[in-house]
């Protein structure tokens, strides 16, 4: 059966939506439980099906012109959280408007669309070609769909998503196992934010899914907007920051209006994925427009500006007991902190992974600071390779972001073993990040011979500390 089918019945919901039913697929005394084993055996095919979701480049028209699906008329409200449902018309960016920053621009020498263009061809040619010859020397021959994970990956990628359940997957292994291809709407010359990175914070939505407190009351449609606003949530993303856009006049930061930029962006470009596969066509308008606004919620609630407003939230319910997850918009609220989570959960793996990560992220960062400095722009936050160290943004990350959202999750979950496990992690690595820390701040001092830490670095090093 195909997946869609499994995760909603389309009769059903059609039947719901034209008797002004609850917007939710299945009265909640007929939903089938959603057991520890049964999403692992559908994360594959998920993943294939978010896959479909794109059209392969030779089918689309026009990608040449940046640019928006919808009139501009529809400009009007654009951000914000999507959970409003009065907006009866959601505005998706066409696919293939990847924000690519041209930097000549900022010495006014060329228009960037022309450049634009040029990679992308390029890229899509280049992808074209290795999965032709990759099939042909096995002697396949190379349909007009291309897939995610190719059907005749080798056995060991088989058997590790066998355990994608297991919060100890290892998605870089996985990545070389299999061979992945980068997909077209992310980027692989993006240290971080590349389809590895959404590849695995879908992997850490399938596990926070799993949890008892949660999975009892989600229904098949929570679970597929779960997984497709994990694996959407960075797409397209140009490997810069919010400030970096709005500072170079960037056309997403004035689309935007200099609110949750990238967030909006990776939102409306999913939205034009759907719309252009037409994998929701079979749904009722209504039902269709409903889903674009739920995955806009979940994707704009990723936003780090918005952090305190979405703990505090969480902080209330769990003071105050009053969390009624047979309710669809409680049950979506805690669908946004369990994306939260999955997006800064790398702090909470293994530390081999999560070094990894750490090094990724902060190589993104460095990279625009670099250019910031080439431009002679102000070097952002966190962007200065000779001032701001891994171990000191690393625990800076853990202690102000990290710890407050998990320690409250835990608090929800009960302290299962998952919960139990990554705050372990956490507090593992976090230490280890400061035995680093103390060892720059020594070498440092032996060379100077002054005995001397700066007042940042000081800072840095109590915030630090083990709880």
């Known amino acids: 059966m195909p997946v869609l089918d499994r995760f909603f019945n389309s009769t059903e919901l059609s039947r719901q939506w034209r008797t002004g039913g ?255 596969s037409r994998l929701l066509a079979h749904l009722p308008k209504e039902m269709t427009q409903d889903i674009e606004q739920q995955l806009g919620s979940l994707i704009l609630a990723t936003d780090i500006n918005r952090q305190n407003e979405f703990l505090t939230q969480l902080k209330a319910h769990l003071e105050n007991k009053d969390l009624r997850l047979e309710d669809a918009q409680d049950r979506h609220f805690m669908l946004q902190i369990a994306l939260k989570c999955a997006d800064i959960c790398n702090p909470c793996r293994l530390w081999e992974m999560s070094k990894q990560w750490s090094e990724r992220v902060c190589e993104e960062f460095y990279r625009q600071g670099d250019l910031e400095q080439k431009f002679e722009l102000e070097i952002s936050p966190l962007c200065n390779q000779q001032k701001d160290s891994i171990p000191s943004i690393q625990i800076g990350f853990m202690t102000y972001i990290v710890e407050p959202l998990f320690e409250e999750w835990a608090r929800f979950t009960g302290d299962t073993p998952l919960s139990e496990n990554m705050l372990s992690h956490l507090r593992r690595n976090k230490a280890k990040w400061r035995s680093f820390l103390h060892k720059q701040h020594s070498s440092s001092r032996s060379n100077d011979h002054s005995g001397q830490v700066t007042e940042n670095e000081e800072q840095t090093l109590n915030e630090g500390d083990i709880p």
């Not at 026009?62 to 409003?84: F, M, N, P, Q, Y």
């Not at 992808?127 to 005749?152: C, K, M, N, T, W």
């Open 22 to 276: 609850e917007p939710m697929p299945f009265p909640m005394g007929s939903l089938p439980s959603y057991q520890a084993g049964t999403l692992a055996c559908e994360l594959p095919e998920m993943i294939r099906m978010v896959k479909l979701i794109r059209m392969s480049s030779s089918e689309l028209r026009g990608t040449k012109h940046r640019g928006i699906l919808e009139s501009e008329d529809t400009l009007d409200g654009l951000s914000g959280d999507a959970r409003v449902r009065g907006q009866t018309v959601v505005l998706s960016e066409r696919r293939g408007s990847y924000p690519y920053i041209d930097f000549r621009l900022l010495n006014n020498t060329t228009h960037s669309g022309e450049i634009g263009t040029k990679k992308k061809v390029k890229r899509l040619l280049s992808f074209q070609r290795y999965f032709h010859a990759s099939r042909l020397l096995r002697g396949i021959v190379p349909q007009a769909s291309l897939y995610l994970l190719d059907e005749d990956y080798l056995g060991q990628a088989r058997h590790m998503l066998s355990k994608v359940g297991m919060w100890d997957f290892d998605i870089f292994l996985f990545d070389r196992l299999t061979n992945v291809m980068v997909q077209e709407d992310y980027h692989n010359q993006n240290p971080y934010h590349n389809a590895v990175h959404a590849a695995d914070v879908t992997q850490a939505m399938h596990c926070y899914l799993k949890e008892p407190k949660l999975a009892s009351f989600l229904t098949p449609l929570d679970i597929m907007l779960g997984l497709l606003a994990a694996a959407a949530h960075d797409v397209d993303h140009p490997g810069v920051n919010q400030p970096f856009l709005i500072k170079t006049n960037h056309h997403l930061a004035s689309l935007y209006q200099n609110v949750s930029v990238l967030e909006n962006h990776h939102w409306r470009s999913t939205i034009g994925m759907l719309r252009e």
